[in-house]
């Protein structure tokens, strides 16, 4: 690193200095106590010219190679959606991505598509059942299959519970973190824990568990029957069929103002290749720990 202070002997300047190469508001709060430390004031041991290469120099990095937009489609009533769903949160903050949860209805893409369920199909079936286990131990997901996944895919559905998580996205004005914890505790519930994803008391313990208090839950499931929010449902999943959706979790990619359209949770790899990332597997963090 070149030394961009003049009195580089001083291990407070240097701090400072250390930290600034990273984020330049760190560095000016930095470099101000670092002075006040020394004596001194900021102009009199920042080395300008060089300093200023380390305040431009993010600006046009950002500007360079913008964060590419990822959407992700999905239902809970889908099992390879909390798989694809895990992985890409993992990998929000590892490649330059802006993610965005698109919560639709797969019982309406599905007959909007002409597709039929895997699991309608014995030895897909058979495969389905065999594939998860494997799948979960792969990305470390707490999957299980229900007791009777037929009922409860088919039978039961998800249609409130989409409805439930459009009414937390409506909700939420700034992020998505309420959007994240709600859908991941009915994952958790119907793919976990063989718990039911359809009665108002199953949304509100999901809720209650995502962090809203009772009252902010009770005013989560009267929104969830309102037309406003089936009307967002049905939107996003016009948006999925707009992509050509013919199931779940449906990933788009917006490179260079163009949409790459991916399905399932096993195309993270070309999904990589393609928006000039690099996969790690399904666990990045576990693998940077061991570098």
Known sequence: MPDILHNTDNHLLRAAASIGTSSPS??????GWAGRKAGKTVNQFVHWPIIERFLVAPHICTMSNPRKVVELFY???SPYSWLGFEVLCRYRNVWNIDLRFRPA???????L???KPPATVPNKALYMATDLVRQAQYCNIPLRSPANPFEAMFEKGSLNAMR?????SEKEKVGDSLVEKVSRELWKRIWSADQDITEPGSLSEAGLKAGFSASEVEELLKLAKSQQVKDK???TTTEAMEHKAFGFPLIVCHVDGKPEVFFGSDRFELMAYCIGEKWQGPQPDKLTAKM
């Open 105 to 111: 209805y797969l019982g309406g893409v599905m007959h």
């Open 26 to 31: 760190h560095f000016l709060r930095w470099a």
């Open 233 to 235: 449902l049905k939107q």
């Open 113 to 115: 598509s002409g597709n």
């Open 164 to 168: 439930f998580v459009t009414a937390v």
């Open 75 to 77: 239902d809970v009533v």
